[in-house]
């Protein structure tokens, strides 16, 4: 199991004061474990650090700013490819399959394409079956890197990571065209209602989510516990 995914995992989330909490912790396992390159540590730890040092007020505001309100950043996979139409559904049910073919069940409040909840299922594999998982949506994590770095976000440092990480090398015609999609302001708030007013995406039976059957779900809270225990059940 990777530890190193379940913290690039946390750092794609929503900050929190437990993640603050936690910078020392999470600093030490991406040292300890060796897989980030030596060239991309400095990055990824700058970034913890500004997490733990941020007003967490701002540190979320930003990511809202970012995840929320960018729609070209998404960290919903499958929104990049597939949009809102239904082959975004078969892909969502392919991918629930697979963690249930594992084992794991995802709880109600979160979609299954959601980068931070595919780190964490990775977390759970041999690195190298993580590897290649990881590079299924390679162009995805490739287009969401120079995203970043154009906006020179902090956030860069962690899909060059994931990039670096997976097994393998994007197809870049299939990077050029997502990066060819407009950039769009999360500052016009007309037009975000504009793109967001579409339906949701439903799929599967019981579209809300599963829980385990023993109906518990552990406390997302709990960083450290979820980095020192094999995860079981997954909830975001």
């Not at 730890?45 to 995840?67: C, H, K, T």
């Not at 393998?168 to 975000?192: H, I, R, S, Y």
Request: include cysteine; hydrophobic fraction near 45%.
């Amino acid at each position: 199991m990777a530890q190193t995914l379940k913290v690039l995992s946390i750092l794609l989330d929503y900050p929190t004061r437990d993640v603050q909490e936690a910078a020392p912790d999470l600093r030490r396992i991406v040292e300890d474990e060796g897989l980030v390159p030596k060239r991309l540590r400095p990055g990824l730890a700058r970034l913890i650090d500004d997490l733990a040092s941020r007003d967490l007020f701002d540190a979320q505001e930003r990511y809202v700013m970012l995840f929320d309100r960018t729609r070209s950043l998404s960290l919903y996979l499958f929104e990049h490819i597939h949009g809102e139409s239904r082959d975004r559904g078969q892909a969502m049910v392919d991918l629930m399959a697979l963690y249930e073919q594992h084992g794991l069940s995802i709880g109600a409040k979160e979609l299954p394409d959601y980068l931070p909840l595919f780190l964490e299922f990775l977390s759970t594999l041999p690195v190298d079956q993580a590897a290649a998982l990881l590079a299924e949506p390679m162009h995805i994590l490739e287009a969401l890197a120079e995203r970043h770095r154009k906006r020179k976000s902090a956030y860069a440092v962690v899909f060059r990571v994931l990039v670096d990480l997976a097994a393998g090398k994007a197809d870049p015609d299939a990077v050029a065209a997502l990066l060819e999609d407009p950039e769009d302001d999360p500052t016009d708030l007309e037009a975000l209602d504009r793109i967001w007013e579409e339906e949701a995406v439903t799929f599967g039976p019981g579209a809300g989510g599963a829980v385990s059957p023993d109906g518990s779900c552990p406390a997302t809270r709990d960083i450290l516990h979820r980095m020192d225990a094999p995860t079981r059940n997954i909830e975001a």
